[in-house]
């Protein structure tokens, strides 16, 4: 059961061949084994997960479950979930416990999915190695001296790692395909829109959006069918008809399957910068999809190099004045000792922040200060204008657009926490995805430099996350990187 698919579990829990309480347990006491040597977890709710599974297993026995009835997940721990503590990786939010669930949150118990607990990330969802969380670094399952990624770095490994067969992330700038890539398994992160941002606490909210992580593609689109749809408690959320991301996988993949897909390439990501056991990995896995029917052909994303600094404005700037809510007042950390109001703002600010937070907060704070809006926050707007404009131009030419995830396998925890900017580098690939609110998906194509997984990135137009999950799906049925698990998953 432990490296099941989704369908296999389903399949298992209708057939009464495991009931939910026993799957949540099998997983739970994983977790309970091997999580001290990951720290995938902040958060592990056995209680609230054996009360769920065991409502699972009555709805099983009145023939009331759906596709995600009994299944374990976990949640990142940005999602507000009642009745447990939401951390957001930071000492601010150290012993938080959310009063309301986020709307996935609810969305995925109405689903009868059983939650596991929350996952580790980098603090706010500020960075890429999951360094920064106020808990200690999660490590990646492949080598556990080595980062998982970040900000969603503990739903990655947790994957990974078989301690959970799907779990939720949010992805700013890269957060879910990024560690999805870093840990060989499976993310989407779906159109700005998709996914309702309620109860997701915010880093830059027109960059934010939830995203599925699973050890196939088939496994994303079940858990981003239940994931997704319009709430009205969010301003920013799309009405649109519900859809099934799983309708296109069905189909018989005989033959060449992707005959007729143009995935088109851009120069930019595939220039100086990508490691060479990367851009080995990521070549081959071209040829296999040339090789189930596709055509390549050269795009070009000629302002895509102006997406780390365009995002490095924004994104701070964003977090600058979502972030002013902790304060100190209401809830969250308060220093112990202050002479007057102003001193407790600050203090409790100072402790409660980690230096990643507090270098983004300054960093938005200067952006939008009076004599520099212009020169800085509005020149980066129109530069992600630029940005979302080219995508249109190379998707007039093709169906899907591909290259690497990340430049590099993951790296050795500690190897570039003094360096801020090669840090920020690493989502090189990411960033101009989030700046245009398009769908990307990472999956695992194979293997760099001592056996660390690589990821290729699959980005579309709006709305076209089923033909992202299809052509993953296919290359999946094709091959056996996402089959592949660590030796701490056997």
Known sequence: ??????????????????SSVELATLFLDRIERLDPSLNAFITVDRDGALEAARAADARLAAGDAGPLTGIPLAHKDVFCTEGVLTTCGSKMLANFVSPYDAHVVSLLKAAGAVSLGKTNMDEFAMGSSNENSHFGPAKNPWDTTRIPGGSSGGSAAAVAARLVPIATGTDTGGSVRQPAALTGVTGIKPTYGVVSRYG??????????????GASAADCAQLLTAMAGFDPRDSTSLERPAEDYSRELAAPAAGRPLAGLRIGLPKEFFGAGMADDVRAAVEAALDEYRALGATTVD??????????PAYYVIAPAEASSNLSRFDGVRYGHRAAEYRDLAEMYSKSRAEGFGAEVKRRILVGTYVLSHGYYDAYYLQAQKLRRLIAQDFQAALAGCDIIAGPTSPTTAWAIGEKSDDPVQMYLSDIYTIAVNLAGLPGL????????????VGLQLVGDY????????????????????????????
Not at 204 to 212: T, W
Not at 481 to 486: G, T, Y
Request: proline share 5%; with cysteine; charged share 15%.
């Open 442 to 453: 990472s999956h695992p194509c194979g293997f760099g430099a001592g056996e660390l997984p």
């Open 1 to 18: 059961m432990i490296n099941a698919s989704l369908t296999e579990l389903r399949a298992a829990l209708d057939a009464g061949k495991i």
């Open 463 to 490: 709305f076209s996350e089923a033909r992202l999950l299809n052509a993953a799906h296919r290359f999946q049925q094709a091959s056996d990187w996402h089959l592949r698990r660590p030796a701490i998953a056997a």
């Open 200 to 213: 997701m606490i915010a880093y830059a909210s027109s960059l934010d959006q939830g995203g599925a992580f």
């Open 299 to 308: 795009v070009s994303l000629p302002n895509a190099q102006l997406a780390i």
